[in-house]
C-alpha cells in the first residue's frame, strides 16, 4: 500500500455499501462460516455484490475466516476461501495456519489480531511466511508498534475505535471454560461483561463495581497521526454487530480525521471518489461504554466501564423536582419526544425509558421506575440525530472536470474524471449570439454545474465559446446529462493482488507450544512442526484440560483500578464470583502487565465469600 487505509466493518453487504459511501477505502465482512463473530455470516453472492460496488472506488474487500477449524473443516473453509477469492474478494483474514498449509488460492493473506502476533519476532516470522498485512494486538503502546514496524515490511493493522476485549486476542478461553463457547470458534459469550462480586484473598469485598472485567470503547480518531508516525497503514474500526447507522456515523467521523493526516503529509488516498455522508457525525451519539486510548500511551489510569456494559448516552445533568412522571434536569432543552433516557437506581443498575414530551423545562418519561432526585441523567438515544443519518442520502462521488466550447456546427460538452475516464458530446445546432452575455454565460455555467444524481461532483468547469452564445436551459440539460451518463458507464480496471503463498522453512520464534498456541487440525500442527517446533499440546477446543491454567492474559489490572496497586511488590489474588456461582481467580503479575486470570472449581470460595459479606468494603 502506497498510502493510509481507513478499514470499516460489514455485518452484511447493505451495511458495506453504507461504509464504503461514507468514505471507507475497504471493508472487512464474514463469510457463511468460520468468521470470529459467529453471528454475522454472508452468503458468497452478497460478497460478490459488496465487492463488485467496492471495486468502482478501488476500495478493497477483506473475508474474515479467523476461526480455528477441524480437520474436517479444514477442506471445507478452504472450499469457501476459493468461492470469495472468485467472487473478487481482495484478501483473507485467518489465524488458522491450517489453511495455507491445506493450499489456497492466490489470494493475500492477513494475519487476524486472534493470531496473538505481539512481538517483532512473530511479526518477522509471518511476514516470511507470506502475510501480507498483520493484525496487531489492541492492547499495543506506541513504543511495540515502532518495534514491530521496525523488525517488518509489510502492512499493519491497528484498531481505532469500537470494543475493546479485556483479555489477549485469541489468549482468551473463559467462555470456553465456563459454558462450553469458544470465542477462536466464534462463539464468545462475553463473560468479561458479566456481573462479578469481587473479594480479596482474605474475603474482603473490593469495590471494583459491579462489572469488574468490562472496559470502555477505543477512540483514537486524535491519535491517527501518531499511529501513523509509528508505522500503522490500515486504521480499523470494530463492529461486524453494529447497525448501518453505527458504522456511518464511525466512519464518516475517521474519513474526516484521516484525510486531515492525507493532507498534512502529502499523500495519495487509498480508494477513489469523495465521500459525502449528509450529516455531520459524532460518535458521542452513537453506542460506546466511554472513550479510553487503551495502553496507546503505556499503563493508563482509567479504562474500564465497571458501572454498566451498557450505552448510558451524553449527559444532561442532575434529575430533581420529581413528581406526577415527570423532573426537571439542566439539559432539558437538548430533548425531544422519543428520545432515550437513562439513569442509575440506588443499586447501581442502569434504567432507562422514553420521553414522551417536554413541557415548561419539565421532562415526561414513559417510566420514572428507579428514578431518584440528585442522579445523573443521560441521554442514550437522540432521536432526531439518528433519524438523521438513516434519512441521509451518503454517497460517494468522483470528480469531474467539464469543458464547454464551440465548433462550426455547434457545441461539444468534454467530460474527464479522476479515474482517468473521459466522454463528450456533441450538440449540433445553429448558433445564437446572445444579447446578454453575462447572463448568458451565467446561465451556462449554473446548469452545466449540476451534476445532481449522477455519481459525480464537478470540479473545474471551462467554457471556451470563440463568441458568447445563448443554448436554452433544455438543451443544456440534456448535453450535461448525456455526456455524465457516458462517462458513468466507462470501465474501469481494477488490478488484484495476487499472493501465492509458499511452503517456508524458517524458524518459530517458540518451541513449545501448549493449548493457547490454537492448534486444533493437523495441518496447523504440521506448519508449525516444519518451522521448528518441538511440542505441539492439544487445543482447548479439542478437551485440553484447562484445570489450574490461565484462561486470560491481560494488562488491565484491577489492583490499580481499585486504587491498590503494590507497585511491583508481591501481591495476592482477587476472587471474582458471578451471579452464576463462577469463581475466577485473578493473579497480578505486578510491573510485567501480564495478570491472569484462572477458573477455580465450583464453590471453592463461596463459603468464605458469604462469611465475609458482612465485612466493610475496600474503597478504591
Known amino acids: ?24 477505502d475497504a471493508v472487512y465482512i464474514g463469510a457463511s462460516r468460520f468468521g470470529a463473530r459467529e453471528a454475522a455470516g454472508n452468503s458468497v453472492s452478497d460478497i460478490a455484490a459488496l465487492v463488485k460496488y467496492a471495486h468502482r472506488y478501488n476500495a478493497r474487500v477483506y473475508v474474515a475466516l479467523n476461526t480455528i477449524l477441524s480437520d474436517e473443516e479444514i477442506p471445507q473453509a478452504v472450499e469457501l476461501a476459493e468461492r470469495v477469492w472468485e467472487a473478487g474478494a481482495d484478501a483473507l483474514i485467518i489465524q488458522d495456519m491450517g489453511l495455507p498449509e491445506a493450499g ?29 498485512r498483520i493484525i496487531l494486538p489492541r ?46 470458534r466464534g462463539r464468545c459469550a462475553q463473560p468479561c461483561r458479566k ?58 467521523l475517521y474519513r474526516r480525521e484521516l484525510d486531515k493526516i492525507l493532507a498534512k503529509h502529502s499523500l495519495p488516498a487509498a480508494s477513489n471518489g469523495t465521500a459525502v455522508p449528509g450529516f455531520v457525525p459524532d460518535v458521542c451519539k452513537t453506542f460506546n461504554r466511554g472513550y479510553t486510548s487503551y495502553f496507546l500511551d503505556g499503563n493508563p489510569v482509567d479504562i474500564a466501564a465497571n458501572d454498566t456494559p451498557k450505552f448510558r448516552g451524553e449527559p444532561l445533568g442532575t434529575a430533581y423536582e420529581l413528581k406526577e412522571g415527570s423532573f426537571r434536569v439542566r439539559g432539558y432543552n437538548m430533548l425531544h419526544p422519543g428520545d432515550g433516557l437513562a439513569w442509575f437506581d440506588r443499586n447501581g443498575i442502569l434504567r432507562g ?66 479515474l482517468g475516464r473521459s466522454a463528450e458530446k456533441k450538440l449540433p445546432v445553429l448558433k445564437s449570439v446572445a444579447h446578454k452575455p453575462e447572463q448568458a454565460e451565467e446561465t451556462i455555467r449554473r446548469q452545466l454545474s449540476r451534476t445532481g444524481e449522477s455519481g459525480f461532483m464537478l470540479e473545474k468547469l471551462e467554457i471556451k465559446l470563440s463568441a458568447p452564445y445563448f443554448l436554452p436551459v433544455s438543451q443544456l440539460n440534456e448535453l450535461r446529462r448525456e455526456v455524465l451518463a457516458r462517462l458513468a458507464s466507462e470501465e474501469t480496471e481494477y488490478i488484484r493482488q495476487e499472493i501465492k503463498i509458499k511452503k517456508t522453512r524458517h524458524v518459530f520464534p517458540v518451541k513449545k507450544l501448549d493449548y493457547r498456541g490454537n492448534v486444533m487440525n493437523s495441518f496447523a500442527a504440521a506448519f508449525y512442526k516444519r518451522h521448528g517446533v518441538r511440542e505441539i499440546g492439544k487445543a482447548a477446543e479439542l478437551g485440553a484440560s484447562l484445570e489450574g491454567r490461565p484462561l486470560m492474559r491481560t494488562r488491565y489490572c484491577l489492583r490499580r483500578q481499585a486504587g491498590l496497586c503494590r507497585k511491583g511488590r508481591d501481591t495476592s489474588p482477587f476472587y471474582l464470583e458471578s451471579e452464576e456461582g463462577d469463581i475466577l481467580r485473578v493473579e497480578f503479575r505486578c510491573g510485567e502487565c501480564r495478570n491472569e486470570i484462572f477458573l477455580e472449581s465450583r464453590g471453592m470460595r463461596k463459603e468464605d465469600n458469604h462469611e465475609n459479606k458482612s465485612r466493610p468494603e475496600r474503597k478504591r
Not at 512473530?122 to 516470511?128: G, I, L, N, W
Not at 419539565?362 to 440528585?374: D, M, N, P
Not at 439518528?386 to 457545441?411: K, M, N, P, T
Open 195 to 252: 456481573v462479578y462480586r469481587c473479594t480479596d484473598s482474605e474475603g474482603m469485598p473490593v469495590d471494583i463495581g459491579r462489572y469488574p472485567l468490562s472496559l470502555k470503547d477505543f477512540n483514537l480518531s486524535k491519535r491517527l497521526n501518531s499511529l501513523y508516525l509509528a508505522g500503522v497503514t490500515s486504521f480499523k474500526i470494530e463492529g461486524r454487530l453494529k447497525d448501518a447507522n453505527y458504522v456511518k456515523n464511525v466512519v464518516s
Open 353 to 418: 425509558s422514553l420521553v414522551n414530551g417536554v413541557k415548561d423545562g419539565r421532562v415526561r418519561a414513559e417510566s420514572l421506575a428507579g428514578l431518584e432526585s440528585g442522579a445523573q441523567v443521560f441521554r442514550n438515544y437522540d432521536r432526531i440525530f439518528v433519524q438523521g443519518i438513516a434519512r441521509a442520502r451518503s454517497e460517494r462521488l468522483f470528480r469531474v472536470s467539464l469543458e464547454f466550447s464551440d465548433y462550426e456546427r455547434g457545441f461539444i460538452l468534454k467530460a474527464t474524471d479522476e
Open 139 to 184: 492492547e499495543f503502546s506506541i513504543a511495540e508498534i515502532k518495534a514491530v514496524r521496525a523488525a517488518v515490511s509489510c502492512g499493519l493493522e491497528f484498531f481505532v475505535h469500537g470494543a475493546l476485549c479485556v483479555g489477549q486476542s485469541g489468549q482468551c478461553y473463559l467462555s470456553q471454560a465456563i459454558g462450553g463457547r469458544s470465542g477462536n
Open 1 to 24: 500500500m502506497n498510502s493510509l487505509e481507513l478499514l470499516a466493518p460489514a455485518g452484511n453487504a447493505a451495511t458495506g455499501l453504507a461504509a464504503i459511501n461514507c468514505g471507507a
Open 104 to 132: 489456497l488460492p492466490p489470494i493475500p493473506l492477513h494475519l487476524s489480531t486472534q493470531g496473538n502476533c505481539d512481538t517483532p519476532e512473530k511479526a518477522r516470522f509471518y511476514e516470511k511466511c507470506g502475510f501480507s
